[in-house]
C-alpha cells in the first residue's frame, strides 16, 4: 500500500513539475523531438565599413536597399587636400630621382664622395615611400564594394564631416542565403553534412529543400545544442535575410 502511494506521489510530482516548465520550453523539447527546429535565412556576409580617413562625405551613389556589384564605388571623401599632398610627393620623387642620377653619374668617374652618394640614395628612398604613402591615403578617399550585394543602412549623410573609424555604410552579400539554426547535440549520431532537409518559411509558406553544408565544431554545454548551416538547393529572389520558419528533418 504504501508503495503504491509513493508511486501515485512521485507521479504526480512529476506531472506537476513538467506543468511548471515555460511553455516555450516545453514547446522546443517536443520540437526537437519530432525532429523539427527553429531556423532562420541569413546573409553569408554582413559587413559595416567605416571609414580609413577623416573628412568630408562628398558621394553617396548607393542607397538603403539598392543593389550593386564587385567594385562598385560606395562612397567618397572629399580627398583635395590629400590629392595636393600626393601631387607634392611626386614632384619631390621626380627630383630625388634625378639626383641621384647625377650622383651616381659623377661617382662613376670617382666626382663624388661616397657619403654624398649615401645621402642621396637616402633621399631617393625617402621620397620614393612617401610617395607611396600618399598614394595609399587618396586610395582611402573612396571605398568600393568587396562583394556584390544591398545596402542595409547609411549612418552618415553626404557633406556630413566624419572621423577617422566612424561607421559609415552596412552591407549584406545577400546572394546565396544560408539557413542558420540550432539542434540537440544528440543529432549528431545520424546528422551528416550534405544530409537534406525541409525550410517552411513563415512570411511566404514555402517549403524548400535545404542541404546541410557545415555544422559547429562547439557543442553548447548549457542547451546541449550545435548550430548547423545549411544550402538552399535552388535561388529564389523572393527569399530575403531575417525570414524565419520550421526546418523539418527526417529522423531515422
Known sequence: MN?????????????LSWLALPVGYAAEAQSMDSGSVRAQLVAR???ILSSELSGRVDAFPKLEGQSFKKGDKLFGLDCTLHQARLAKAKALYVEARQVNQVNTDLDRLGS?????????NARLGAAGAEKTMMNAVVDRCQIYAPFSGKVVASFVERHQFVAEGQEMLSIIDDAPLEVETLVP??????????QEFELEIDESGRRLTVQVSRISPVIDPVSRSVKIFGRLQRTDPGLMPGMSGVAIFAKP
Open 3 to 15: 508503495i503504491l502511494k509513493s508511486k501515485q506521489r512521485f507521479c504526480g510530482l512529476f506531472v
Open 45 to 47: 556576409h554582413n559587413v
Open 112 to 120: 663624388i664622395s661616397t657619403l654624398e652618394m649615401d645621402v642621396s
Open 185 to 194: 547535440s544528440n543529432w549528431l549520431m545520424w546528422l551528416k553534412p550534405q
